[in-house]
């Protein structure tokens, strides 16, 4: 990778992504050739906002590579709750560690956080901006289900705030791929991005209802809506529960479409669709170690 830090996934090449998505199958069916990798490195977790996979993930990942993890806790047991700057905290961080993985609430947080420090920053989510190491899972998923060549993709759901979104949208443009975004009116894909996306010459298309597209689609991107960046509670209800896929909406769907999901889900994928050979976002999810083991290991 060109940049020690890794903050947008704007900074990655097609190549910089294959080499990690390459290593990362290494890894994944031999990870007893890395158990050593990261002997005596450690990495920081900092999470300032909610996580269960993004940080269990990074922690798993680390010990499988050898190395340890130090944990800020969360935001009410550490001194972010006295008032301390993430600028400071970042700062006494990296004197305890060799790299950080930051989730923050604001869109912006992990590129500051990357200007006060030497030590690699790992942005793993700011606000309602990007999430690049997510992006690496699902590209990893999306070729090892139905792979880049002539793919259709839909990714429905909160494209307004969904960072995992953001971060996708612009790493396919890297690759020959037909992105179909699927939102009510008021979640459309942000206006940057858009224009990013157009810049680039990815073929994009939006619709409000999946019903249009369904039947094209290699591969279903599903988001939450993210009521936790409404910032009107009423707003947030307009929208919520309008998009959700069952597993009879499916019916109609590619016998080998693929459904991914980022998780946490709310109701937008009923729960019938697990049993069926659509429902991916497991095996997604579990994909998250030996990619984000690839990623450190490249990294650190
Ligand atoms: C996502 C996130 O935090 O952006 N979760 C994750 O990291 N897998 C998606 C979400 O919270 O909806």
Redesign the pocket.
């Known amino acids: 990778m060109r940049h020690d830090h890794l903050i947008s996934a704007k900074q990655l090449s097609r190549d910089d992504i294959e080499a990690v998505l390459d290593r990362a199958a290494e890894i994944a069916d031999d990870p007893g050739a890395v158990a050593d990798a990261q002997d005596g490195t450690l990495l920081g977790l900092c999470f300032f906002?909610?996580?269960?996979?993004?940080k269990m993930s990074f922690d798993t990942a680390m010990k499988r590579l050898g190395g340890g993890t130090v944990d800020m806790g969360s935001v009410e047991s550490s001194s972010v709750k006295k008032g301390e700057s993430l600028a400071d905290t970042v700062r006494v961080i990296e004197g305890y560690t060799d790299g950080i993985v930051l989730?923050h609430p604001s869109e912006g947080a992990a590129k500051l956080a990357s200007e006060f420090v030497d030590v690699p920053v790992i942005n793993?989510?700011d606000g309602a901006g990007q999430?690049p190491t997510?992006t690496m899972l699902d590209l990893y998923t999306i070729r090892e289900n139905a792979g880049f060549e002539d793919l259709t993709i839909g990714i429905m759901g909160?494209l307004k705030y969904?960072?995992?979104v953001h971060s996708l949208a612009h790493a396919l443009t890297n690759f020959d791929v037909s992105q179909h975004f699927i939102s009510p009116e008021s979640l459309r894909l942000p206006r940057s991005v858009r224009f990013d996306l157009h810049e680039s010459g990815a073929q994009v298309r939006e619709h409000t209802e999946i019903e249009d597209v369904l039947e094209a689609l290699d591969v279903l991107y599903v988001?939450?809506i993210?009521r936790e960046r409404f910032p009107d509670e009423n707003e947030y209800r307009q929208v919520a529960g309008q998009y959700r896929i069952d597993a009879e909406m499916l019916e109609d769907a590619k016998d080998d479409l693929t459904v991914m999901h980022?998780?946490?889900r709310v109701d937008e994928i009923a729960p019938d669709v697990d049993a069926t050979d659509h429902a991916t976002y497991f095996e997604q999810?579990h994909n998250?170690v030996p990619v984000r083991m690839a990623l450190l290991d490249q990294i650190l």
């Open positions: 906002e909610p996580s269960t996979r993004t989730r793993a989510g999430h997510q909160d969904g960072r995992t988001t939450r993210q980022p998780l946490p999810a998250g």
